[in-house]
């Protein structure tokens, strides 16, 4: 199968390149895309004199629009399945073939790759940990699916999900509005276990304090996602056809 790996990457010249080498060493099978949005330091400095795979945004899209010119560019280009994975180390390439597999095995449309089910490796900061879990509750209540490691940026998706992600896909913080949206366009969701690394260098952009306002625009604006999109009414779009019915409407 054809595999993606998606690497958005902003201002990580102190991590992309190791990023890079690692992934190509410990997943050679697998194709990769860095989207440089616009960095300001020399992320693509260091791109163009690795000859690495990557494209440069011509205006700064933030995680969410980065992402979704991935996806774009996996679906021009008829990838099976295509991986997020962040550009700042945190996610061992090591677990890859674990996060695709049951995704490339038809058992689900999206596998997050999840450090809270065996707990091992790096757990971030207790305020994070605070915000996720009560993401993940309000996920759970809202459409009725759990996922522990709702924030996780390490995740396969289907050829179907990524259709879907090239069109639809959400701009500000957008992993646990992924997941809803999913769900509730019919797709299956799941987690599997992986061991997370702290970052490699570079500094978050998420502090303390982000990280309660971040718990509390998620929070709003998953309740109104779900109060706004039914189960069901998201529409897929595949390669080079036209909309057809969530996948509970299938036959």
């Known amino acids: ?27 050679p099978w697998a194709d990769y895309l860095v989207v440089n949005d616009c960095s300001t330091d020399a992320s693509e400095a260091i791109l163009r004199a690795d000859g690495c795979n990557y494209i440069s945004l011509p205006v700064n899209l933030g995680i969410g629009g980065g992402v979704q010119s991935g996806y774009l ?38 596998a997050v790759g999840s450090r809270f089910l065996e707990k091992k490796g790096f757990q971030t900061s207790f305020m994070r940990r605070l915000g996720i879990h009560i993401i993940s509750f309000l996920i759970r209540l809202l459409c009725g699916v759990q996922v522990l490691d709702t924030t996780s940026g390490f995740r396969a998706c289907s050829k179907a999900l990524t259709a879907y992600y090239a069109d639809h896909y959400a701009q500000d913080y957008p ?23 702290e970052r490699m260098g570079g500094v978050s952009s998420i ?36 909309d057809v019915a969530p996948k509970e409407e299938r036959t």
């Open 1 to 27: 199968m054809k595999v993606l790996v998606i690497i958005p990457c902003y201002n990580e010249e102190a991590n992309i390149r190791r990023v890079v080498e690692d992934l190509r060493r410990q997943a």
């Open 73 to 110: 560019y996996a679906r021009e280009h008829g990838y099976d399945v295509t991986v997020q994975m962040d550009g700042d180390g945190q996610h061992d390439p090591a677990f890859l073939a674990d996060v695709v597999r049951p995704v490339a095995d038809g058992r689900l449309d999206m």
């Open 175 to 197: 992993e646990p509005e992924a997941i809803i949206s999913a769900v509730l366009g019919g797709f299956r969701v799941g987690e599997v276990p992986v061991v997370m690394r």
């Open 207 to 242: 502090n303390p304090l982000k990280s309660v306002y971040y718990m509390v625009k998620v929070s709003i604006s998953l309740v109104v996602f779900r109060l706004t999109v039914g189960r069901g009414e998201a529409r897929l779009k595949y390669l080079n056809g036209p």
